[in-house]
């Protein structure tokens, strides 16, 4: 188990540019999930995936915000046209699909959107 | 829609003390309710979960919570606080299995701090 691997690990981009991260989850685990997280603020929900099935979106994830996960191993999530309200810490985390899996949760990628 | 509050922005406790972390949540049905914590620059680690069963469920670092069904709350226990065990605890709550919902539902927090 070598734990959620997401990259980069900092981000920092001009408004309007996109932006591209990357999660890869627990090999064993066919859940993933991408979530955001603002200073003093729990995780808010983006979206899951079952797979390469997108299940699960949130109404956060505005048209700007795209995820994919094309075989079912690693996704990305990429946002269009930067804004500062972007800026926030994104997690990834990725679970089994035994009932209630716990979700295990990588260290995230700090994005800043100068 | 579920939702989850942690009233306590935070929680001094002295080493040694028990302490406890409140959640209290909204959700339809029968919730799965979750307990992480938050070391600085990490990422959220598992701590313990209640599915079903019983109320009492003990999970990592010799932390337990209660499930009261009654009173919407899941307080997230220890009976001796160390040092080590100062940061930030989030509760959440997820819909149950049937829902096809997977998503988590985060609280806003509690900082723990216990000083030695």
């Known amino acids: 188990d070598t734990g959620v691997s997401q990259n980069p690990r900092h981000k920092i981009t001009k408004r309007g540019q996109n932006v591209t991260f990357r999660c890869d989850p627990i090999s064993e685990h066919n859940r993933l999930y991408w979530y955001r997280q603002t200073l003093g603020q729990g995780p808010e929900f983006l979206t899951y995936f079952q797979n390469e099935a997108q299940l699960e979106k949130s109404r956060l994830l505005s048209d700007r915000f795209s995820a994919e996960r094309p075989k079912g191993s690693f996704s990305t999530l990429e946002i269009q046209r930067t804004e500062q309200g972007d800026s926030a810490m994104y997690l990834c985390?990725?679970?089994?699909?035994?009932?209630?899996?716990?979700?295990?949760f990588g260290n995230g990628t700090r994005l800043t959107v100068t | 829609a579920q939702s989850v509050a942690q009233p306590e922005d935070q929680v001094n406790v002295a080493e040694g003390n028990p302490l406890t972390v409140k959640c209290t949540y909204s959700?339809?049905?029968?919730?799965?309710l979750f307990w992480y914590v938050q070391y600085p620059n990490r990422g959220l680690q598992f701590l313990l979960k209640?599915?079903?069963?019983?109320?009492l469920v003990k999970g990592s670092y010799g932390f337990e919570a209660e499930f009261n069904k009654s009173q919407t709350s899941f307080h997230l226990k220890k009976p001796s606080a160390l040092v080590s065990d100062s940061a930030l605890y989030f509760c959440?709550?997820?819909?149950?299995?049937?829902?096809?919902?997977?998503?988590?539902?985060f609280g806003s927090g509690t900082r723990l701090q216990v000083q030695p």
């Open positions: 985390a990725s679970s089994a699909t035994g009932r209630g899996s716990p979700l295990h």
């Open positions: 959700v339809s049905g029968n919730p799965y």
């Open positions: 209640y599915i079903t069963g019983d109320n």
């Open positions: 959440a709550v997820r819909d149950p299995e049937d829902t096809g919902r997977r998503a988590l539902t």
